[in-house]
């Protein structure tokens, strides 16, 4: 989850010698024609990541794990599916404006983890105490 975050903080965008994260690639949605309530809900949603994994950190602190496990699908979903798609778009260095691949990569990848463990969380069968016939467990 640390690494999937940390991803949307490092460069998605580069224009020449400058780089843009996720965040600020979201301020320039007017330029993209997201600018209205569908340019709301991808900021929305995006944004809503980080209480998402802060959320699923606590569920797992709380030792819920399979409801932090759930929340984990959610995000690694979203921000995977949306990262692979700016990997695969990115990689044309030569282009004045194109996408930095540091960051989508990173943070396909910590949402591929995130993923593949909430999956083992959620189809590994939960540990009970056998008791013994002497009552000790």
């Known amino acids: 989850m640390v690494t999937a975050v940390v991803g949307t903080f490092l460069p998605w ?3 020449g010698t400058v780089t843009r ?10 330029f993209a024609g997201l600018d209205g309530v ?3 809900v991808v900021r929305g949603i995006w944004v809503g990541l980080i209480p998402l994994a802060v959320c699923s950190v606590v569920l797992w602190v709380m030792r819920l794990r399979r409801f932090a496990a759930c929340l984990v699908l959610l995000f690694g979903t979203i921000a995977g599916t949306v990262a692979a798609l700016a990997a695969v778009q990115g990689g044309n260095e030569a282009a004045l404006v194109g996408i930095s691949t540091i960051g989508p990569v990173t943070t396909l990848g910590g949402a591929v983890l995130g993923v593949a463990g909430a999956i ?7 540990r009970t105490a056998i008791s013994t016939p002497g009552g000790a467990p």
């Open 120 to 126: 083992t969380v959620l189809t590994a069968k939960s």
């Open 21 to 30: 994260s996720s965040y600020e690639v979201l301020a320039l949605r007017g």
């Open 13 to 15: 965008l580069r224009s």
């Open 38 to 40: 569908s340019g709301e």
